[in-house]
C-alpha cells in the first residue's frame, strides 16, 4: 500500500475469539491423553517385560549349561553321596528333622511351593488358609525325609519282620493278598502314588518274594542316576525306564508272568481324561491297558508315615474292575476306579502326597489338549 501501512492477516486475532470448548470435546480431548498415556505406560511396560524376559533366559541357558557341566554333576553327586553318609551317622530322626527345617525354609522361595499351594486350594476349598498351609508345610516335611531315607532304605527293609511287625519300623496292612498274589503264579498289576515313602512299597515286596518290573524316570545327572539305581537295584527286579517303548517293555513283562509295580499319579500328557478332586486331568491309562490286554489281578498299594516314626504299607485285595458286553476289561473304566482309589489315598493323608506336581496342566504348545 501506498500509505506503508502493513497489510492485516486475515488470521490475526482468530486465536482470541475461538468458540470456547463444548463439554463433548473437552471429554474427546481427556480421552485421547488417556490413550495416549495408556499408550505409552504399556508400551513401557512390554519393554520392561522383554527386558525381564531375556534376563531370566540368559540365566536359565547358564544353569542349564551349568547342570550338564560332566564337573558340577560329578560334584552333585559327591554331595548327595555325603549327605547319605552324614544322615546315617546322625541317624534318620534326627537327619530327617534338619532335612524338613531347610527344606521347608527354601522350598517357599521356589515356583513349586505356589503351584502346590494353588492346588490345595483348589482340591481343598472349604479348608481354611491355615489349614492349606499346614497340608503344604507337610508335604515339604515329606519331601525331604523321602530324600533322606535313601540312605536308610536297605536297613529299613532288613529290619522289616513279618512275625512281628509291631516292633519294626514297618507294618503292612493285607500282607496276605501279597502272598496270595505271589504264590498264584499269575502275572499281576501293583498300582501305587507318590504318597509317604513310595520306595518302601516295592521294597517290602521284594522282602516278602514279590519283586516287581518298575518303569521309572532316571534323574537328568546321571551320577546321581547310576547311584540311585543302585540302591533300587536291591529290591526291584528290572527298572524300566519310561519312554516311547515304556508300554512294550511292561506288556513284555507281563507276558512273561512277571509283576508290574507302576505309580500313576502323575500327569501324562497323552493321558487319559479323568476327574481328579474334582477337576479334569491327563491321567496315566497303563493300568487299564494293560489289564485289558492280560486279564490279570490288578492291587492297589501305598505307605504312609506313622507319628512315631514307622510305616504303614497298605496292599489291597484285587480290585474288582468294568468289564464290557464281551467280558473283557473296560480299559477306561478300570481307569477311573483306578485314579479314584488313588484319591481316597491322598485325602487320608493330604500332607503325604507331592502336591507340588503340576497334576491338571493341560496339553503341551503343541498338544494343547482341551476339556
Not at 497298605?314 to 458286553?325: E, I, K, Y
Request: include cysteine; charge should be positive.
Amino acid at each position: 500500500m501506498s500509505d506503508g501501512s502493513k497489510a492485516k492477516n486475515p488470521r490475526a486475532g482468530s486465536r482470541k475469539h475461538k468458540a470456547p470448548r463444548t463439554d463433548e470435546e473437552r471429554r474427546a480431548r481427556r480421552r485421547r491423553k488417556r490413550e495416549r498415556r495408556d499408550k505409552h505406560s504399556a508400551a513401557r511396560q512390554a519393554r520392561r517385560a522383554a527386558r525381564k524376559a531375556a534376563k531370566q533366559k540368559r540365566r536359565d541357558t547358564a544353569l542349564r549349561r551349568a547342570g550338564t557341566s560332566d564337573f558340577l554333576q560329578r560334584r552333585m553327586a559327591g554331595l548327595m553321596r555325603f549327605l547319605f553318609n552324614w544322615a546315617q551317622a546322625v541317624g534318620r530322626p534326627r537327619a530327617s528333622r534338619i532335612a524338613a527345617r531347610v527344606t521347608r525354609v527354601f522350598g517357599r522361595l521356589s515356583k513349586e511351593n505356589r503351584l502346590g499351594a494353588a492346588n490345595i486350594a483348589a482340591a481343598y476349598p472349604d479348608k481354611s488358609e491355615a489349614e492349606r498351609a499346614a497340608i503344604l508345610s507337610e508335604v515339604w516335611d515329606n519331601l525331604a525325609a523321602q530324600a533322606i531315607e535313601y540312605a536308610f532304605l536297605q536297613d529299613l527293609v532288613a529290619d522289616f519282620d513279618p512275625e512281628n511287625m509291631q516292633d519294626g519300623p514297618v507294618e503292612v496292612v493285607g500282607i496276605e493278598h501279597i502272598h496270595a498274589l505271589r504264590d498264584s503264579g499269575k502275572a499281576g498289576i501293583i498300582f501305587g502314588a507318590h504318597i509317604g515313602n513310595w520306595e518302601l512299597v516295592a521294597a517290602i515286596g521284594a522282602r516278602l518274594g514279590l519283586p516287581v518290573v518298575a518303569p521309572y524316570r532316571p534323574p537328568t545327572n546321571p551320577y546321581i542316576a547310576a547311584e540311585m539305581e543302585k540302591r533300587r537295584s536291591a529290591f526291584v527286579e528290572d527298572l524300566v525306564v519310561s519312554g516311547p517303548g515304556t508300554a512294550r517293555q511292561v506288556a513284555r513283562a507281563l507276558a512273561k508272568g512277571n509283576h508290574i509295580g507302576v505309580l500313576v499319579d502323575q500327569r501324562i500328557a497323552e493321558g487319559q481324561a479323568i476327574p481328579f478332586f474334582g477337576r479334569m486331568s491327563l491321567s496315566n491309562p497303563v493300568v487299564g491297558v494293560m489289564a485289558r490286554l492280560f486279564d490279570c489281578p490288578v492291587h492297589g498299594s501305598f505307605s504312609v508315615r506313622l507319628p512315631d516314626g514307622r510305616f504303614r504299607v497298605t496292599m489291597t485285595p484285587p480290585l474288582t474292575l468294568p468289564r464290557d458286553a464281551k467280558g473283557r476289561v473296560d480299559a477306561e473304566g478300570a481307569n477311573v476306579v483306578v485314579h479314584g482309589m488313588v484319591e481316597q489315598w491322598v485325602r487320608s493323608a493330604p500332607g503325604q502326597w507331592l502336591w507340588l506336581h503340576d497334576r491338571w496342566r493341560y496339553g503341551r504348545r503343541k498338544h494343547n489338549k482341551q476339556f
